[in-house]
């Protein structure tokens, strides 16, 4: 059974730093596309980052120089390390396999 979980989510104040992870199950991470979604309050569910089997990154503009996505294949895992924290980051946090498998998502939310 297919499962992936996020944690890490918590709430901090502006400036300050959390380090999200994904923990899959029941799959394996490697070879495959991962990314990382946000839902703020209201809005939509958009793109905050992705890794490619390979390695290579990409970062929507609101996260980039903050935001830095990783992976540990060995341990099945994604993570999302963010840093300089604003209100406006403040959302649920998803991630997702191949844009087919998702988490139910951690709640993020930073205080001004």
């Known amino acids: 059974q297919v499962r992936l979980m996020e944690s890490g989510g918590g709430l901090v104040q502006a400036g300050g730093s959390l380090r999200l992870s994904c923990a899959a199950s029941?799959?394996?991470?490697?070879?495959?596309?991962m990314a990382w979604y946000r839902q703020p309050p209201g809005k939509q569910r958009d793109l905050v980052a992705t890794?490619?089997?390979?390695?290579?990154?990409n970062y929507a503009d609101s996260v980039k120089g903050r935001f830095t996505i990783s992976r540990d294949n060995a341990q099945n895992t994604l993570y999302l390390q963010m840093t300089n924290l604003k209100p406006e980051d403040t959302a649920v946090y998803y991630c997702?396999?191949?844009?087919?498998?998702w988490g139910q998502g951690t709640q993020v939310t930073v205080s001004s």
């Open positions: 029941g799959t394996r991470i490697t070879g495959y596309l």
């Open positions: 997702s396999r191949g844009y087919v498998y």
């Open positions: 890794i490619d089997g390979d390695g290579s990154t």
